[in-house]
């Protein structure tokens, strides 16, 4: 069946521009998680999703970061006035529920680059 | 104290060699662990969940230490095709959030 999908791919945006990032998760899947990745690092924690509530939004860097999550689906990140250190990869992953031991499947990322 | 931390290597290990990975966690609620495998610029998959009482896929073997709060990955007869950063992953019980560890990068020289 279809994973997890990202969209844009790439994103080149000014600073200051606003970027809207897209994460389609799986069919089914309850909880739906944002990260991001610079460079050479480890994964960030952003927000995660149960349905379309957030239990944690305790990772998102700034209030100039929002995420919504609409009809238990499709996410959107959101990065108003965006600066040069937000570039990164922003990585989506869905798992079925959000409790117990279920896989999170990722997608492949938005490579977000700031000029 | 972060609450997943790995060393962050690299290990360089020639093929067919037996490398084993930490990872140290500091949340004792934590019920859920995991091994992720990450390729260079692409997303992580999953590698294998770890159990209380240990467990092995194949050439990997996963431990959990909750005494002294660690988990571990074992790969015995290490191929080139394991380079890789591991991922280690920790999560409460409920509804919270995973945590990842930076990750362990692996390389594995013919």
């Known amino acids: 069946g279809a994973g997890v999908s990202q969209s844009p791919s790439n994103k080149v945006t000014e600073k200051g521009k606003d970027v809207e990032l897209r994460c389609d998760p799986i069919?089914?899947?309850?909880?739906l998680y944002w990260y991001r990745q610079s460079l050479g690092q480890g994964l960030e924690f952003l927000i995660y999703?149960?349905?379309?509530?957030?239990?944690?939004k305790s990772g998102l860097p700034s209030d100039r970061f929002s995420a919504e999550r609409t009809g238990g689906s499709v996410s959107t990140l959101t990065i108003q006035r965006t600066q040069q250190e937000d570039s990164a990869v922003y990585l989506c992953?869905?798992?079925?529920f959000g409790t117990g031991s279920y896989e999170q499947y990722f997608g492949p990322g938005t490579r977000l680059t700031v000029t | 104290r972060k609450e997943v931390e790995q060393d962050p290597g690299p290990f360089n290990v020639p093929e067919g060699a037996t490398v084993a990975f930490n990872c140290t966690y500091s949340?004792?609620?934590?019920?859920?662990f995991f091994w992720y495998r990450q390729d260079c610029r692409k997303e992580p998959k999953l590698l294998m969940s770890?159990?209380?009482s240990g467990n092995e896929d194949g050439r990997f073997t996963a431990q959990l230490n909750r005494a002294s709060q660690y988990i571990s990955l074992l790969i015995r007869d290490s191929k080139l095709s394991d380079s890789a950063t591991y991922l280690c992953?920790?999560?409460?019980?409920?509804?919270?959030?995973?945590?990842f560890g930076t990750g362990t990068k692996l390389q594995v020289i013919p």
């Open positions: 992953a869905s798992s079925l």
């Open positions: 069919s089914g899947h309850t909880a």
């Open positions: 999703f149960q349905g379309n509530s957030a239990p944690d």
């Open positions: 949340n004792s609620a934590s019920q859920s």
């Open positions: 770890v159990y209380s």
């Open positions: 992953v920790v999560k409460p019980g409920g509804y919270q959030k995973v945590t």
